[in-house]
């Protein structure tokens, strides 16, 4: 029996900790799910083997979630990569801007990867579009608040007439919860998987291991990753539910 429609989602997949979290919470709920990553231009190919990386072992290590995993799309935005030239897409340092923005900040970034993921999924007959989009840990970004989210959904809904739903689980959470939401849907098999196959060093290191997972251990986003396991260690790996 093909799976209806409403079931059925899209995840907006970079291989990095969040979007595999995002990733697992859709295997969870759906019946059909597939996953696009989107080349503008990072600087590491590092992030793009992660995403493969990711998925083959959710499909190993999580059997009754590997008939519900359909297939990947990769979305060439180079394009929109060389005008929004940044830390991310060239060689400029990490610091912040004169608008109060870390320089890793691509402008309109989700905006963009939301309206090809509506195109895309609109073409594949996918109701959810799934994003780590997040709020809570200050990151500078106006394309992750919820406003802007809700607002993008309602505008491809009347461009594209349409009944997408934009799903953000990560909306409210932590980075330490983010941790404990991974626990809830797959326990330490999961955490563990995402610990090593998930990549957000912006420095593209994979030489160092530490308990978190891989990175230079330095960088803005080394940082809120392991600060987010430190806390979530601390409590004693909680899951999320109460
Ligand atoms: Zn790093």
């Known amino acids: 029996m093909t799976p209806s429609r409403n079931q059925s989602a899209l995840v907006l997949f970079s291989g990095g900790q969040d979007s595999s979290v995002c990733l697992a919470w859709a295997l969870a709920r759906y ?6 990553g989107f080349d503008y231009g990072q600087r ?15 499909l190993s290590a999580f059997p009754d979630w590997a008939g519900r995993l359909g297939p990947d799309h990769l979305i060439d935005l180079t394009g929109f990569g ?12 990490f610091e912040i801007t004169e608008k109060g923005l870390p320089s890793t900040f691509v402008p309109g970034r989700n905006l963009v990867f ?12 996918l109701r959810d579009l799934v994003g780590g989009m997040c709020e809570t840990d200050f990151s500078g970004y106006p394309d992750c608040r919820r406003d802007t989210i809700e607002a993008l959904e309602r505008a491809l809904n009347l461009g594209m007439a349409q009944d997408f739903r934009i799903q953000t689980p990560l909306m409210a959470l932590t980075k330490a919860e983010t941790w404990a939401l991974a626990q809830d849907l797959g326990g330490a098999p999961l955490v563990d998987l995402i610990c090593e196959e998930s990549h957000t060093c912006y420095r593209g290191d994979r030489d160092r291991r530490h308990d978190w997972g891989y990175g230079c251990g330095a960088c803005p986003a080394c940082e809120l990753r392991a600060n987010g396991w430190t806390s979530w260690v601390a409590a004693g790996r909680p899951g999320l539910a109460p």
Do not use: K, P
């Open 82 to 93: 060389a005008i929004a030239e940044t830390a991310m897409t060239s060689e400029r340092s």
């Open 44 to 58: 590491h190919a590092v992030e793009m083997e992660a995403r493969q990386h990711v998925r083959q072992a959710i």
């Open 31 to 36: 019946d059909r799910v597939e996953t696009v």
């Open 114 to 125: 939301l309206t090809y993921g509506a195109a895309l999924a609109d073409r594949r007959g």
